[in-house]
């Protein structure tokens, strides 16, 4: 059974920076892609930045430059490395595999303050 648990958001000032982890189970992971989605207050859910099986990165305009995902494969864990926050970054945050598969972690909300 996959799962996934996700960790690391918080509230914090915009302009600052906040490290969110994502712990895979049940799924064979180094050969998987894997995603970081969000879903702000009242919208849809969007993919903001996905790292292949061997590590390729891509990111959607709004984050480029700002955050960055990597994994360890060994931990089957994915990371996403968020700068120079802004409040139009405050989401849940969740991840998941690229296209989606199974259901959903309860996500991480990451708060910005103006």
């Known amino acids: 059974q996959v799962q996934l648990v996700e960790s690391g958001g918080g509230l914090v000032q915009a302009g600052g920076s906040l490290r969110l982890s994502c712990a895979a189970s049940?799924?064979?992971?180094?050969?998987?892609?894997m995603g970081w989605y969000r879903q702000p207050p009242g919208k849809q859910r969007e993919l903001v930045a996905l790292?292949?099986?061997?590590?390729?990165?891509d990111y959607a305009d709004s984050v480029k430059g700002r955050f960055t995902i990597s994994r360890d494969n060994a931990k089957k864990t994915v990371y996403l490395q968020m700068n120079s926050l802004k409040p139009d970054d405050t989401a849940v945050y969740y991840c998941?595999?690229?296209?989606?598969?199974?259901?959903w972690g309860q996500g991480t909300q990451v708060t910005v303050s103006s």
């Open positions: 998941n595999q690229v296209p989606t598969r199974g259901s």
């Open positions: 049940g799924i064979i992971f180094s050969s998987l892609t």
């Open positions: 790292i292949t099986s061997r590590s390729s990165t």
